[in-house]
T-cell receptor, first 108, second 115 residues
Framework: GQQVMQIPQYQHVQEGEDFTTYCNSSTTLSNIQWYKQRPGGHPVFLIQLVKSGEVKKQKRLTFQFGEAKKNSSLHITATQTTDVGTYFCAGKGFKTIFGAGTRLFVKA | NAGVTQTPKFQVLKTGQSMTLQCAQDMNHEYMSWYRQDPGMGLRLIHYSVGAGITDQGEVPNGYNVSRSTTEDFPLRLLSAAPSQTSVYFC??????????????FGSGTRLTVV
């Protein structure tokens, strides 16, 4: 069945450093979604990518969808303490399957 | 709009007991799903529904039942609770318009402990 792998599992950064999380699917995806979950909270939808090779930006966050529509990445420039949490990708094939997430720790 | 409402927020069950986790949304979303979240394992899909009267199994359906008699409600039933079902459960809903899918709106979760 469809599997979505996400790396790294966690990352510690100093405030101001950049951060990237990667998402890979075993199958071609119709689209990919990214979510953020703050500690103790629920996942919150960030963005959806649909087109092959698509790149979208939200302030310091840059999202990319691979040419083959099987991988994606989220890059945060100059992290801030407000960025802490777990970032999930979700592959929307027939079912929406989530990766295990990357937990981001930011040290001030 | 209240969004996605889950009840209860916390629950402790004894092994073998049954219970229903409630989920309701007031956004007229056709898609609804149940996920469980365990440490280090992300969100795993239990059951999902693409509309009233239509449900299907996700990645980890064993021990759970669902029904979707209305667009608004999507209850999750634990048939005979086991300690392995200790987890945080999230209900989520989404929709599509003119062939475009939109992101999930999640409820605040139910933290379930089975002893």
């Amino acid at each position: 069945g469809q599997q979505v792998m996400q790396i790294p599992q966690y990352q510690h950064v100093q405030e101001g450093e950049d951060f990237t999380t990667y998402c890979n699917s075993s199958t071609t995806l119709s689209n990919i979604q990214w979510y953020k979950q703050r500690p103790g909270g629920h996942p919150v939808f960030l963005i959806q990518l649909v087109k092959s090779g698509e790149v979208k930006k939200q302030k310091r966050l840059t999202f990319q969808f691979g040419e083959a529509k099987k991988n994606s990445s989220l890059h945060i420039t100059a992290t801030q303490t407000t960025d802490v949490g777990t970032y999930f990708c979700a592959g929307k094939g027939f079912k929406t399957i989530f990766g295990a997430g990357t937990r981001l720790f930011v040290k001030a | 709009n209240a969004g996605v409402t889950q009840t209860p927020k916390f629950q402790v069950l004894k092994t073998g007991q049954s219970m229903t986790l409630q989920c309701a949304q007031d956004m007229n979303h056709e898609y609804m799903s149940w996920y469980r979240q365990d440490p280090g394992m992300g969100l795993r899909l239990i059951h999902y529904s693409v509309g009233a009267g239509i449900t299907d199994q996700g990645e980890v359906p064993n021990g759970y039942n669902v029904s979707r008699s209305t667009t608004e409600d999507f209850p999750l039933r634990l048939l005979s609770a086991a300690p392995s079902q200790t987890s945080v459960y999230f209900c989520a809903s989404s929709y599509s318009r003119q062939g475009k899918n939109y992101g999930y709106t999640f409820g605040s979760g139910t933290r379930l402990t089975v002893v």
